[in-house]
């Protein structure tokens, strides 16, 4: 009885050493593994409505991965062959999200340039990435910024700004447009001071004459290429209070004086 215990003790470690021998040699899925089955499909990189520094582009989430998608959008770059989570630009919406096509918007592009995009969509488990998609981008107008103002006396002001970019088109045109009306449309009203030739990016200002005393005026300043105007964001200033009288009685206080003078000779 003593011999058939050890001799079935023998036989159950034997059976255990085996099935031990079995699991380590049974392949290492591990979490990559597991990951990289789990997540997100995209293909299908679209483009539309294509201008000098704008377009619209998109892809198509086939699969969610088994779990829900975080996270959608683009990586975009200037180079073709990019690393999207190291060298792109990402431009993406986060929410809770279903398979079907999608739509970003993109801005701020360069103009005449080629962007290479693709899609994406995120859970848990990271990132689905579409193949790499290009357009081409054209002319814009150009981009104005920066409207400030450098002198400002009685009836005068020099006011200007930066040419940021020639939106891909020789710049011909570039002035300042003020008016005293605060909502002003600078494409229609407004008073307007500007050099024709041939610009390059930087910055740039302009003398305004004839104006009035201790008013506020409104501004922008713009610059025009074949493809458009392009405006800066809306400035103000006012000019300097008239000295009354200066040329009779020298500066303010005499002023003061010599009519507190009259009123008590009256």
Request: hydrophobic content about 40%; proline content about 6%; some cysteine.
């Amino acid at each position: 009885m003593h011999v058939c215990n050890v001799f079935l003790k023998s036989l159950l470690l034997i059976g255990a050493c085996i099935i031990a021998t079995m699991i380590k040699a049974a392949p290492d899925l591990g979490p990559n593994s597991q990951q990289s089955t789990s997540l997100p499909a995209v293909s299908a990189p679209t483009f539309s409505d294509v201008s000098g520094n704008s377009a619209t582009v998109g892809g198509t989430i086939d699969s969610d991965g088994g779990e829900v998608i975080l996270e959608r959008g683009v990586f975009w770059s200037l180079e073709e062959n990019f690393d999207p989570l190291v060298d792109g630009t990402r431009v993406s919406e986060e929410g809770v999200f279903n398979t079907g096509t999608f739509t970003i918007a993109l801005t701020n592009l360069p103009p005449v340039s080629t962007i290479y995009f693709l899609a994406f969509a995120r859970n848990e488990n990271g990132f689905g990435f579409s193949p790499v998609e290009q357009f081409q981008t054209g002319s814009s107008p150009p981009i104005v910024a920066a409207p400030r103002v450098d002198f400002v006396d009685f009836t005068s002001a020099v006011a200007g700004g930066t040419l940021v970019d020639n939106g891909g088109s020789a710049v011909f045109e570039k002035g300042v447009i003020y008016s005293t009306d605060p909502d002003f449309d600078p494409a229609k009203e407004g008073v307007r001071i500007f050099d024709d030739g041939d610009f390059d990016v930087g910055d740039f200002g302009f003398a305004i004459t004839g104006l009035e005393p201790f008013s506020t005026y409104y501004f922008v300043v713009y610059a025009v290429n074949s493809q458009g105007t392009g405006f800066s964001s809306r400035e103000s200033f006012v000019t300097i209070e008239d000295p009354v009288f200066q040329d009779r009685f020298g500066d303010t206080q005499s002023r003061i004086e010599s009519k507190s003078f009259r009123q008590k000779a009256d």
